[in-house]
């Protein structure tokens, strides 16, 4: 039952960087899970980063392992997704979603949504 709103897509030279917010309006948010996931036109949605209500990260994309980092700040309700050597294959409109407490590995067990932000990697 959170409402999500992403911002800080936009676009960016392969090699650079982006830093993706997902702000959340609910005073329980530390008690979620929030991950983040990504659609390219024409492919399925895919899991790329999700952090636990206790901190701990949980991977989904080993495409994206070394190079993206997701962290949270309860204070703000808000969860970031730091991405780096960002490659054009990274294109998509990136959701974050909410789930209670624990991250997992199937998309349709989180329960909120917000309404996607375009990443676009293009020189």
């Known amino acids: 039952q959170l409402q999500l709103v992403e911002s800080g897509g936009g676009l960016v030279q392969p090699g650079g960087s982006l830093r993706l917010s997902c702000a959340a309006s609910k005073f329980t948010f530390d008690n979620y899970a929030i991950g983040w996931f990504r659609q390219a036109p024409g492919k399925e949605r895919e899991g790329v980063l999700c952090?636990?209500?206790?901190?701990?990260?949980?991977n989904y994309a080993d495409s994206v392992k070394g190079r993206f980092t997701i962290s949270r700040d309860n204070t703000k309700n808000t969860v970031y997704l730091q991405m780096t050597s960002l490659q054009p294959e990274d294109t998509a409109i990136y959701f974050c979603?909410?789930?209670?407490?624990?991250?997992?590995?199937?998309?349709?067990?989180?329960?909120?949504w917000g309404q996607g932000t375009q990443v676009t990697v293009s020189s």
């Open positions: 979603a909410a789930r209670y407490s624990a991250c997992s590995s199937f998309y349709a067990r989180y329960d909120s």
């Open positions: 952090i636990h209500a206790s901190g701990s990260s949980f």
